[in-house]
């Protein structure tokens, strides 16, 4: 019994040590192939940095490429501006070429024309030579007629400063028959003012009794009412009896101006502001006018000679008064007599 445990515990014992050695040889394994890989993995860490930084300097290089690419492509556009230009200067240039040429061959043509023409103004170089001399010997005959003529003009000349003597003396009496003329006029104007007063002064006292006809300065004043009714040019009977009176005085007068004075009674239509438009007076200046017309030809037909009479029409722009109310209406509309010379 003792002899089988004994056996027992022999082939116990036969097994641990090599299990032992199993595990020892595999931790080694472990340990051998940990370590590999931490060695592989620092190599391998070592390799990734060094990667790091080439991609990196990489990356900086692209960087530096693209601003280098950038700044080369804007050279290459102003290199190609700069193309278009020199481009645009040598057509033009190729063209004042060509129009220079033009014009050389043009001056070519001209200068073989020129020696044609060379030949023939010498030639006529010589003619006119010829032709001097005669002009020398005609300039020789001219001066001797200068000089003749000279004699000739300073015997004019004695005979002009006669003249200017006779001519101031003519002067003198032209100043002194001027002075006589103005004095002349002047009593002559003196003679019309004195009939122009009594011409005035017989009206007064023929239409002493109308306050609607006045003297106004040198004129003598009829209100358009007195002789015509609104809008018409004919005179109405009432007018007719005043200008009867008028072309009485008129004659009177007439008779007792010397013959001499050269007197003309001028007759002016006037109206108001106020428009008028009809077929037969488009405007105030033809129904002025027309009434200075009307006036004239009654008093022709009483006697006052034609010569004596001048008919004038202003419309509405000689006013007496203005304003627009009925009584400035009334002022402006009229006819004015006014006798003056001619």
């Known amino acids: 019994m003792a002899l089988a445990r004994t056996r027992r515990r022999e082939a116990r014992a036969d097994y641990w040590p090599g299990f032992v050695d199993a595990m020892a040889t595999l931790l080694l394994v472990i340990i051998f192939m940990l370590s590999v890989f931490m060695l592989a993995q620092f190599f391998l860490s070592q ?53 220079l040429q033009g014009l ?25 030579e010829r032709i001097s001399q005669r002009a020398l010997a005609q300039v020789e005959l001219l001066n ?26 003519a002067q003198a009496k032209i100043a002194d028959l001027g002075k006589r003329l103005n004095v002349a006029l002047a009593q002559r104007v003196q003679e019309l003012a004195r009939y122009r007063s009594d011409f005035f002064g017989r009206l007064r006292e023929i239409l002493s009794k109308r306050s609607d006809i006045r003297v106004v300065g ?13 809008g018409n040019d004919a005179v109405n009977p009432e007018g007719e009896e005043e200008l009867d009176k008028l072309a009485e005085a008129i004659n009177e007068l007439g008779a007792q101006i010397p013959p001499e004075i050269d007197w003309v009674l001028r007759v002016d239509g006037h109206t108001d502001k106020r428009p008028i438009s009809s077929p037969r007076f ?13 006036v004239v030809k009654y008093l022709i037909s009483k006697g006052v000679p034609a010569n004596r009479l001048v008919a004038a029409g202003f419309g509405e722009f000689q006013p007496l008064e203005e304003g627009e109310d009925d009584e400035a209406y009334a002022k402006n509309r009229r006819i004015e007599l006014k006798l003056t010379q001619r």
């Not at 070519?108 to 170089?125: D, I």
């Not at 003749?148 to 006779?166: G, V, Y």
């Open 144 to 169: 001797r007629q200068i000089a003749a003529l000279r004699k000739q003009i300073a015997a004019l000349e004695s005979a002009l400063d006669a003249s200017k003597d006779k001519d101031r003396e």
């Open 218 to 230: 040198d004129r003598f004043v009829f209100q358009s009412e007195v002789l015509f009714s609104a």
């Open 104 to 128: 050389l061959d043009t001056q070519t043509g001209a200068a073989e024309s020129a020696g044609g023409q060379l030949s023939s103004l010498q030639n006529t170089l010589d003619e006119k």
């Open 282 to 294: 488009p405007s105030n200046w033809e129904l002025s006018a027309a009434r200075a017309i009307s």
């Open 47 to 99: 390799e990734i940095t060094g990667r790091d930084a080439v991609l990196n300097r990489l990356n900086a290089e692209i960087a530096a490429l693209k601003e280098a690419l950038a700044l080369t492509s804007a050279e290459n556009n102003s290199l190609t501006e700069t193309l278009a230009v020199f481009e645009s200067n040598l057509s033009d240039a190729e063209e004042e070429q060509a129009r």
